[in-house]
């Protein structure tokens, strides 16, 4: 089965710019699926960020609209979100996932992004 | 939006007893667009169940998923000590995209 590694900065500054990579492997990011970012902050819910076919079509979730963007590389069989103006309400756990039929099939382990000065 | 909301936010069970975990939405929703996930501490939400009532690959046959409209259930047989966890209730919408989760139930040993 597909498995999804995520990584990035664990660590970034109120107003900056925080930027995580999900790496795809045992599967090819440029199948027919959408691929999908997850948050959790510490001791919270789940709460969905969007998503991104391989053509590189978007959905994101109305409430980060404004700051979010997610893009594909399928020469690295990845895919990577960028969250602009972060504060500490965007500490959390980012997980990415595999969609499935109106469900998110398989994630990966997920990691813990802090934003403090 | 849609809003899930799930009872009880804890539930106190022994080893060997059915749990029954419910989520109800704010309006009725396709029974096809509903899934459960568990999630162990320090690790990532794993599904269980889509469509309402399909079990994931490799689920055990004791867990299950019923239900339409506005309530919706997830159902554990007989509880094996790996099954005490949170467990979320999730629903997605189409025009446009989104996934919406609930905001958990906790299931612990009693």
């Known amino acids: 089965q597909v498995q999804l590694q995520e990584s990035g900065p664990g660590l970034v500054k109120p107003s900056g710019t925080l930027s995580l990579t999900c790496d795809v492997s045992a599967g090819s990011i440029s199948s027919n699926n959408w691929w999908s970012w997850v948050r959790q902050p510490p001791g919270k819910g789940l709460e969905w960020i969007g998503e991104?076919?391989?053509?590189?079509?978007?959905n994101y979730n109305s409430s980060l609209k404004s700051r979010v963007s997610i893009s594909v590389d399928q020469s690295k069989n990845q895919y990577s979100l960028t969250l602009r103006s972060v504060t500490a309400a965007d500490t959390a756990v980012y997980y990415c996932?595999?969609?499935?039929?109106?469900?998110?099939?398989?994630w990966g382990q997920g990691t813990l992004v802090t934003v403090s000065s | 939006e849609i809003v899930l909301t799930q009872s009880p936010s804890t539930l106190s069970l022994s080893p060997g007893e059915r749990a029954t975990l419910s989520c109800r939405a704010s309006q009725n929703i396709a029974s096809t667009y509903m899934g459960w996930y568990q999630q162990k501490p320090g690790q990532a939400p794993r599904l269980l169940i889509y469509?309402?009532?399909i079990r994931a690959t490799g689920i055990p046959d004791r867990f299950s998923g019923t239900g339409s409209g506005t309530d919706f259930t997830l159902t554990i047989s007989r509880l094996e000590p790996e099954d005490f966890a949170v467990y979320y209730c999730?629903?997605?919408?189409?025009?446009?995209?989104?996934?919406?989760f609930g905001q958990g139930t906790k299931l612990e040993i009693k």
């Open positions: 991104i076919h391989y053509s590189g079509s978007t």
């Open positions: 469509d309402a009532s």
């Open positions: 996932a595999k969609n499935g039929h109106s469900c998110l099939q398989y």
């Open positions: 999730q629903h997605y919408v189409n025009s446009p995209p989104m996934y919406t």
